[in-house]
């Protein structure tokens, strides 16, 4: 069984091995020009560390049951939490501000079995407080998404 | 040179002393102590958050308010160390050791009161050391030339990396990632697009604000995410009454006791302010060897850990020296040297100023402006914090599982408020999970971010080295000060390898 700095290692390692073979001379130019210079250099170091990370890590061979990730209730919470804040990032455009917002309020709070009237109260202040703030305070322009007729 | 600084000093007595300025240093102290205290939000967690709502403050105002946000977040953390045993911040941790014995003897207004003095002084003294060091620091860092800074720049990451907690070797990785990471976006001499993958969104190159919200905020709070129990409020860890009846005799700070406790408050202090001043090494550390010096030069070492007041006057008068002291290196070389640095560093390049040798010369006025409105913000930590030990009790009991949904959403709305664009957003979450790996697999944030701020500097450093010496890399090797930089940099990474083969020769012969 691998420990945790043999896979950071690999992980690391094989990275930079795909970025010098192909990311920067498909995304930046020819090896060898001159924009090509920092992004080798930088290449080199993280190559040359992660290769002594696997080395170091083969050399220590206690820790080799530590795990990376939690146990499966704490995994599903991150996951919620991961799952939530991904969708309002990437729907606020298309829903907006208005929907989305407490949408993700209720379920994050809904998940952690909140008290009902705190989630209402909490959902309120903080979908009225941040509107206030940023949207009349300071004039940034909150993605309304389909209410875009109703607001602007 | 002392003329033209006594000069800047007044101009920014003028610039400092407005109603704005005034409004935004309680302001961000208040928020700073009040938020500092909760359990689970650190100081630069805070500050990361607090970014997006100085946009439209002018620049002073809108530092000022972070610098004395995250000066309040410091002393708020204490709080919770000593009433609940339970740090607010990391800083804070050592702080529990005496502060928390206290508070069971009945004594945890004084404790408090301790502390808050404490860190007013340690603030104010190397708020005065940056006050006096800034300027011949920039003077000299102007003299460097480009390999000079690609060579500093180096030194800083590797000391960064190496001096981080956890694995050297993680550290240094964390750093060279974020190296790589930095150069998405359009290549600074020839705005040639890198790393952009066809998208035009990455043309501008992958945003400060998002990346500093993402890996300190949304990485933070997965990460506690992972402990709340679902249902729990958190009301129970304080279910006996806290008592801080300010007319007890217990509860009363004497100035006999501050004059007792001056000397091991400013030799803490010196030893935070040292610390802070140098690269990597942050207010953790200094708050753990200024305890240790503390009781070592005690003469009641036997009372440290069991209530005792210098237990308390060292650690936060070193955590809050760091401070000050954290941005010496960062406005006069731009070099932040801790997380708490790059993240205000972040913060004066948003309101568009570069920290560098150069920020002193084009705005200068500006910068002992704040330096004056840093004093202003110990003062104002002094005033506030007497009532605020009645006002952290109820904020103890805010739930986790009501703050984070709310934090997670703020994270959000405070990555689209940088540039108006939902891509900053997406950044921001995929970020918020590279933080979360990075934490659980070891690897530093901290190093990161120092490294990705760092790059464009390394990067044009280098180049226009290579520049000047028509592409000859001896340019580095024939400079002495390059060279000198050179091999403290090759130390500063074989001190800690020479340190671990010591220690595992030692575990050896043991065994």
């Given at each position: ?152 | ?269 010196s030893i935070g302010t040292f610390f802070g001043a140098l690269p990597g090494i942050g207010s953790i550390t200094s708050a753990f060897v200024a305890y240790d010096s503390a009781k070592r030069t005690s003469k009641h070492p036997e009372k440290f850990g069991k209530g005792n007041l210098e237990g308390i006057a060292a650690p936060e008068a070193a955590n809050n020296a760091v401070c000050g002291a954290n941005l010496i290196p960062t406005i006069t070389l731009g070099i932040p040297g801790s997380l708490s640095a790059a993240v205000l560093m972040g913060a004066f390049m948003i309101h568009g100023m570069m920290p560098g040798p150069m920020l002193m010369q084009e705005h200068p006025s500006m910068l ?10 110990n003062a104002t930590m002094l005033l506030l914090g007497f009532p605020f030990i009645k006002l952290a009790r109820r904020l103890f009991s805010v739930s986790k599982t009501i703050l984070f949904p709310v934090i997670l959403i703020l994270c959000c709305i405070g990555a689209y408020g940088c540039d108006l664009n939902i891509f900053d957003m997406k950044v921001m ?83």
């Amino acid at each position: 069984m691998m420990n945790k700095d043999t896979k950071v290692g690999g992980i690391l390692l094989i990275f930079s091995l795909i970025n010098f073979f192909l990311l920067i001379p498909l995304q930046i130019g020819p090896l060898g020009s001159a924009q090509t210079i920092f992004p080798l250099f930088a290449n080199t170091l993280l190559l040359l560390v992660s290769s002594l990370l696997i080395w170091r890590s083969f050399s220590l061979k206690e820790k080799l049951n530590e795990k990376i990730f939690p146990s499966r209730s704490g995994f599903n919470k991150i996951l919620f939490a991961i799952v939530i804040t991904g969708i309002y990032a990437f729907t606020m455009e298309s829903v907006g501000y208005f929907i989305m917002t407490p949408l993700c309020l209720i379920l994050g709070m809904g998940y952690f079995k909140v008290l009902k009237r705190y989630i209402v109260l909490v959902t309120l202040i903080v979908t009225s407080g941040v509107y206030f703030l940023f949207e009349v305070a300071m004039r940034y322009p909150l993605p309304m998404g389909m209410l875009s007729g109703i607001f602007y | 040179m002392l003329a033209s600084t006594l000069a800047f000093i007044g101009s920014g007595f003028e610039l400092a002393f407005t109603i704005q300025n005034i409004i935004g240093i309680v302001g961000g102290v208040s928020l700073g102590m009040v938020l500092g205290c909760i359990p689970g939000l650190t100081g630069t967690m805070v500050i990361a958050m607090m970014i997006p709502l100085t946009y439209y403050i002018n620049p002073l105002t809108a530092i000022a308010a972070l610098v004395g946000c995250y000066k309040g977040s410091l002393y708020g953390g204490s709080t919770s160390a000593i009433l609940l045993n339970t740090p607010g911040t990391p800083e804070a941790s050592v702080t529990c050791f005496d502060g928390y014995p206290l508070y069971k003897q009945g004594k945890g207004g004084k404790a408090l009161k301790m502390a808050l003095v404490a860190s007013v002084m340690g603030d104010s003294f190397s708020d005065l050391v940056l006050l006096t060091v800034a300027v011949p620091v920039a003077a000299v860092a102007l003299k460097l030339g480009p390999p000079e800074f690609a060579m500093l720049v180096l030194f800083s990451l590797t000391i960064v990396g190496s001096l981080s907690r956890g694995s050297m070797l993680k550290g240094l990785a964390s750093g060279f990632l974020g190296l790589i990471v930095a150069i998405v976006g359009l290549d600074p001499i020839l705005t040639t697009p890198r790393y952009t993958f066809g998208s035009i969104n990455l043309d501008r190159g992958l945003q400060l604000l998002p990346l500093l919200i993402g890996l300190l905020a949304l990485g933070e709070i997965l990460v506690q995410v992972e402990g709340i129990v679902r249902g729990d409020t958190d009301r129970h860890k304080i279910k006996e009454k806290l008592s801080l009846d300010s007319n007890s005799e217990n509860n009363k700070l004497t100035l006999g006791e501050i004059k007792q406790n001056l000397s091991v408050i400013f030799r803490s202090a010196s030893i935070g302010t040292f610390f802070g001043a140098l690269p990597g090494i942050g207010s953790i550390t200094s708050a753990f060897v200024a305890y240790d010096s503390a009781k070592r030069t005690s003469k009641h070492p036997e009372k440290f850990g069991k209530g005792n007041l210098e237990g308390i006057a060292a650690p936060e008068a070193a955590n809050n020296a760091v401070c000050g002291a954290n941005l010496i290196p960062t406005i006069t070389l731009g070099i932040p040297g801790s997380l708490s640095a790059a993240v205000l560093m972040g913060a004066f390049m948003i309101h568009g100023m570069m920290p560098g040798p150069m920020l002193m010369q084009e705005h200068p006025s500006m910068l002992y402006g704040l330096f004056i409105l840093m004093l202003l913000a110990n003062a104002t930590m002094l005033l506030l914090g007497f009532p605020f030990i009645k006002l952290a009790r109820r904020l103890f009991s805010v739930s986790k599982t009501i703050l984070f949904p709310v934090i997670l959403i703020l994270c959000c709305i405070g990555a689209y408020g940088c540039d108006l664009n939902i891509f900053d957003m997406k950044v921001m979450v995929v970020f918020g999970l590279g933080g979360y790996l990075m934490k659980k697999t070891g690897l530093n944030p901290a190093a990161f971010l120092i490294a990705f701020i760092l790059s464009p500097l390394l990067e044009n450093s280098i180049r226009q080295s290579l520049i000047m010496s028509r592409g000859s890399p001896l340019i580095f090797f024939t400079r002495p000060i390059c060279v000198v930089l050179i091999g403290i940099t090759i130390l500063s990474i074989l001190w800690p390898i020479r340190q671990y083969f010591r220690e595992k020769s030692k575990l050896k012969t043991k065994g």
